[in-house]
């Protein structure tokens, strides 16, 4: 746990040199990542909403299952049409799906060309679906959820906050997170940038927006 005691010394550090806000933020960020849920808990709204990072992808969530990517979910909010819940993908821009890939790449507006089956059909149909701009969003129990299962995921981790700019009822902040899945384990790492919406008359946090960085501009190139 010797890289959990930098982080905490290194976070109490910069907690003591920063204003209030400053503070919160930091400590929000921190319960975050250590799925520290009742903490989070008691920081966000009853309307929160947490929007991961923008993507270019079908706006679908897949899983691989008997030889095919059985559609499980329809991005919320996103502009798909084509496909549903239920659908299986056989075959992406003439290559066989595997548990691996292939993977959606490109500039949005893209054509993807598709083998699918449509939900209680057995017939093979193609496709020309385009690339679109996604991003995911949940509430409040969705995202606790998620916050203790990925803490759980990782045997210690480090946040380094770089930057924090307030402005009105919005907060943005810069970090950088690393950690190991186990002791003596390889270390990851990311750099993320949020912008965090404060209710100022209850000073909960009502939104979180990660924003689109240069990895996933570069993805589309791939």
Same mark, same amino acid.
């Given at each position: 746990?010797?890289?959990?005691?930098?982080?905490?010394? @290194?976070?109490?550090?910069?907690?003591?040199?920063?204003?209030?806000?400053?503070?919160?933020?930091?400590?929000?960020?921190?319960?975050?990542?250590?799925?520290?849920?009742? %903490?989070?808990?008691?920081?966000?709204?009853?309307?929160?909403?947490?929007?991961?990072?923008?993507?270019?992808?079908?706006?679908?969530?897949?899983?691989?299952?008997?030889?095919? @990517?059985?559609?499980?979910?329809?991005?919320?909010?996103?502009?798909?049409?084509?496909?549903?819940?239920?659908?299986?993908?056989?075959?992406?821009?003439?290559?066989?799906?595997?548990?691996?890939?292939?993977?959606?790449?490109?500039?949005?507006?893209?054509?993807?060309?598709?083998?699918?089956?449509?939900?209680?059909?057995?017939?093979?149909?193609?496709?020309?679906?385009?690339?679109?701009?996604?991003?995911?969003?949940?509430?409040?129990?969705?995202?606790?959820?998620?916050? %203790?299962?990925?803490?759980?995921?990782?045997?210690?981790?480090?946040?380094?906050?770089?930057?924090?700019?307030?402005?009105?009822?919005?907060?943005?902040?810069?970090?950088?997170?690393?950690?190991?899945?186990?002791?003596?384990?390889?270390?990851?790492?990311?750099?993320?940038?949020?912008?965090?919406?404060?209710?100022?008359?209850?000073?909960?946090?009502?939104?979180?927006?990660?924003?689109?960085?240069?990895?996933?501009?570069?993805?589309?190139?791939?």
């Amino acid at each position: 746990m010797i890289l959990r005691f930098i982080s905490l010394v @290194l976070l109490c550090s910069t907690i003591f040199a920063l204003p209030l806000k400053d503070q919160d933020i930091i400590e929000f960020i921190e319960a975050r990542y250590a799925g520290a849920d009742s %903490v989070v808990y008691s920081m966000i709204s009853e309307d929160f909403i947490y929007y991961h990072t923008p993507d270019i992808g079908l706006g679908i969530s897949t899983e691989y299952q008997d030889g095919s @990517l059985l559609i499980t979910q329809v991005v919320d909010d996103s502009s798909q049409t084509m496909l549903a819940a239920g659908d299986r993908i056989h075959e992406i821009n003439g290559k066989v799906v595997t548990p691996n890939g292939p993977q959606f790449h490109g500039k949005m507006g893209e054509q993807q060309i598709l083998i699918v089956t449509k939900k209680g059909d057995s017939s093979f149909v193609s496709m020309s679906v385009p690339l679109i701009q996604v991003q995911f969003s949940q509430n409040d129990s969705l995202f606790l959820n998620d916050i %203790v299962a990925y803490a759980n995921s990782w045997h210690d981790f480090h946040v380094e906050i770089l930057d924090i700019i307030l402005e009105k009822e919005k907060i943005a902040v810069h970090y950088h997170w690393e950690g190991s899945r186990e002791e003596g384990g390889p270390v990851f790492h990311f750099f993320a940038m949020e912008m965090i919406y404060i209710d100022r008359k209850t000073d909960l946090i009502t939104k979180v927006e990660s924003l689109w960085s240069e990895m996933q501009f570069r993805d589309q190139f791939k």
